[in-house]
């Protein structure tokens, strides 16, 4: 019997594979049919897991590639040149990743050169969480031009973009719906979080904290099996030295609460001194009325004269922070023209400091001139700096047994707090990568006090703040957010009844008798709104035909009590609804009508929208 069923099976896997390829709009992979096979038998929880383990093990994948490639670039030119050579790289390989980065965007991918964490938030937000297929691969091959051949930034954030394309793509794929795009999104990003820094818990929180926010989600299973998946590979494939991760450490002492009090404060102002020095660069770059090219060349040679200065500002700087929290910190001076220098530990200092301040304007020009990659390594690079800044101007002032490691480790969770605003993900990130779960209390006073001033100083990540204004992005206002995805423009009825003001009252009252709304427009033969008629404002003259033939439309008409903009965010729209307590008002563009907007087509729509988006019956 149980043999029969098998066979049974087998034949309607035959028999769906068969009608798959003679009825599909395309030919398919082997693969694919397995799996469109696999959706038709299992239920959506069953599914959703094993989609969670693919996009897990393929964004997972892609991650320690691109990890891979970049590290045995870094370690060629590090450790396998001699210095006067390292020096000729320094100058001419950051120069050459930007140029080749912004040639790359321009030639094959027509200048689209949208990047970062924003992205992911606006296609989830706008765009039905429908990530273009071309950055499952574009943001791959532009950070490892950028990054690989020494520009000051981070590969996370390509790696970010690169799962959650995965994962929107693999969704689309099987026609799934936005919910469980959403979590596939997010899971793809989550194991490339995850196997960059072998983190997976960090992975998870990353996708709660920035990715998810104001998205309602009770699925977390496959956000947890994709960490896993990439965290594996990574520990997997990536050998010890291209993996984020620390062993030398001291235990906790609650005697050093006072250092991480200190370093938190820190950490706080200059996580406000990267934001604010990223957006000057920013602008800069953007109010630069030249060609994406020419940008591209100022930056690079900026770069490259940087990383010639300092080179620890070459590439994402890891190697730099490993070798402060092991105590080795003398051989990053002597890959630099410090070397020469006496006065070992005040010039070590010195050159430490310097290299913290000019670390941000390194990844800002490195991304605003035309390369690819984000601030998660740059913060966390800056972050570690600091930390031993910190500790060697404390054991010099003469104070003892400074925990000169666990600074540099827990400083790179506080700069990443202020300047991601994702405290959780710095934690536990930190905390994996240092085995550090002893040090959880001071990880949570520095990135808390950090998170904290950062929020005071501003409370949207000022990153992502315009996108907010615009409405572009999801907040963890729900309501706001669901308004965000309708258009003014797609609300408006131009089916409206329309008149002249030197009309009679007579030509009015016909308007009314065939009028299916309670307003009628006021409108001058070119097209400009004049004012408004509304039924209860004619409702006591309306039956009184003696003055048919003598009131005009201009006696009876009234201004609107506001008016809305074609493109005005929907947002505000429904504000100034509330606030002149009407149900119906003019849209005009350029002064003339286009048509009316009524408050409960909104609240219609807005249902439609809730239902659609949570998945439930509303």
Same mark, same amino acid.
């Given at each position: ?94 120069? *050459?990743?930007?140029? *080749? ?56 954030? !390509? ?33 490339? /979080? ?5 983190? !997976? ?22 956000? /947890? ?7 594996? #590979? ?36 200059? =996580?406000?001194?990267? /934001?604010? /020095? ?14 994406? *090219? ?138 994996? =990568? ?56 797609? #609300? ?32 001058? !033969?070119?097209?400009? #709104? ?9 409702? !006591? ?51 003339? *009508? ?25």
């Amino acid at each position: 019997m149980s043999q029969f069923k098998n066979i049974k099976k087998f034949h309607s896997f035959l028999r769906f594979k068969r009608d798959f390829e003679q009825y599909s709009m395309r030919r398919v992979r082997s693969y694919e049919i397995i799996i469109h096979w696999l959706h038709s038998k299992m239920n959506r929880n069953q599914f959703l897991v094993l989609s969670g383990i693919l996009v897990g093990l393929v964004a997972g994948l892609a991650g320690v590639i691109l990890k891979t490639l970049v590290h045995y670039i870094h370690y060629f030119i590090t450790y396998k040149v001699h210095f006067s050579t390292q020096v000729f790289f320094y100058a001419v390989f950051p120069f *050459l990743g930007i140029v *080749l980065t912004t040639l790359v965007v321009i030639i094959f991918f027509k200048g689209q050169s949208r990047k970062g964490v924003g992205l992911i938030l606006y296609e989830i937000a706008q765009n039905s969480s429908l990530i273009p297929p071309v950055k499952m691969y574009s943001q791959i091959l532009q950070s490892a031009l950028t990054v690989g051949l020494g520009g000051s930034a981070g590969l996370e954030s !390509p790696i970010a973009v690169t799962g959650a394309a995965i994962g929107s793509n693999y969704a689309r794929n099987y026609h799934l719906g936005y919910k469980e795009r959403t979590l596939l999104l997010a899971a793809g990003a989550t194991a490339g /979080i995850a196997a960059s820094f072998n983190a !997976p818990i960090a992975g998870v929180m990353f996708a709660f904290e920035i990715l998810l926010t104001g998205v309602v989600f009770s699925d977390f299973l496959p956000l /947890i099996l994709a960490a896993i998946c990439g965290s594996l #590979l990574s520990k997997i494939i990536l050998q010890e030295e291209v993996l984020f991760h620390f062993e030398s450490r001291q235990a906790f002492n609650y005697h050093n609460v006072p250092y991480y009090l200190i370093l938190g404060l820190l950490s706080a102002f200059y =996580a406000r001194y990267y /934001i604010v /020095i990223s957006q000057k660069v920013e602008h800069f770059f953007h109010s630069l009325k030249w060609s994406a *090219l020419q940008k591209a060349i100022l930056g690079g040679l900026i770069i490259s004269i940087l990383c010639v200065l300092m080179p620890p500002l070459f590439g994402e700087g890891y190697s730099s922070i490993k070798l402060m929290a092991n105590g080795q910190a003398d051989e990053i001076i002597r890959n630099s023209f410090f070397r020469y220098i006496p006065a070992k530990n005040w010039v070590l200092l010195a050159f430490l400091g310097c290299t913290c301040l000019l670390k941000v304007f390194a990844s800002s020009i490195t991304i605003q001139s035309g390369g690819n990659g984000g601030n998660f390594a740059p913060s966390l690079f800056a972050g570690g700096v600091l930390g031993f800044f910190f500790a060697m101007l404390c054991t010099q002032l003469g104070f003892q047994d400074v925990p000169v490691t666990n600074l540099v480790i827990v400083g790179m969770a506080g700069v990443m707090s202020g300047v991601m605003y994702a405290p959780l993900t710095a934690i536990f990130l930190i905390a994996e =990568a240092s085995s550090g779960y002893d040090l959880f209390i001071p990880l949570m006073i520095v990135s808390s006090t950090s998170f904290l001033l950062a929020k005071w100083f501003s409370p949207i990540s000022p990153e992502l703040k315009h996108l907010v204004d615009e409405g572009k992005i999801f907040t963890k206002e729900h309501d706001r957010n669901i308004l965000s995805l309708l258009r003014t423009e797609e #609300l408006v009825e131009n089916t409206i009844q329309r008149i002249d003001m030197n009309a009679s009252l007579r030509q009015l009252i016909e308007l009314v008798k065939s009028s299916t709304r309670n307003v009628i427009a006021v409108v001058s !033969p070119e097209g400009k #709104l004049d004012g408004v008629v509304t039924l209860d404002r004619i409702r !006591p003259i309306m039956f009184n035909q003696l003055i048919y033939d003598t009131v005009t439309v201009k006696e009876v008409m009234q201004q609107p009590p506001a008016l809305i903009g074609l493109h005005d965010n929907v947002v505000d729209v429904i504000t100034k609804f509330d606030e002149v307590k009407e149900w119906n008002l003019p849209v005009v563009d350029n002064d003339k *009508l286009v048509g009316f907007i009524s408050k409960s087509k909104i609240l219609n729509q807005y249902r439609l929208l809730l239902q659609e988006y949570s998945g439930d019956e509303v």
